[in-house]
């Protein structure tokens, strides 16, 4: 069965960094890219960032050159380092593969950007 957990979430000021950290299992992560997705209140779930297993790495326009995303394939966990973080970042977090997300998913991590 597919699982990621994922971690590193929390209240910061607008401007500060966060660094999320997902561990997936292993029979997803050694096969596909990996993708963070966001999901802010009363939207639908968004694509942030997908890191390949060669490393190659995509972002959407509103995080490109505030968000890095990198993986460990060793650990089976992808992480997305984001500064400069904005009110509208706040969300709930998740990873899955990409570009089709399995159907399970993880409990994601709050990010709540706020002064």
């Known amino acids: 069965q597919v699982q990621f957990v994922e971690s590193g979430g929390g209240l910061v000021q607008p401007g500060g960094s966060l660094r999320l950290s997902c561990a997936a299992s292993g029979s997803i992560f050694s096969r596909y890219a990996m993708g963070w997705y966001r999901q802010a209140p009363r939207k639908q779930r968004e694509f942030v960032a997908r890191a390949t297993i060669g490393g190659s790495t995509n972002y959407a326009d509103s995080v490109k050159g505030r968000f890095t995303i990198s993986r460990d394939n060793a650990k089976n966990t992808v992480y997305l380092q984001m500064n400069s973080l904005k009110p509208q970042d706040t969300a709930v977090y998740y990873c899955?593969?990409?570009?089709?997300?399995?159907?399970?998913w993880g409990q994601g991590t709050q990010v709540t950007v706020s002064s």
């Open positions: 899955n593969s990409w570009p089709m997300p399995a159907t399970s």
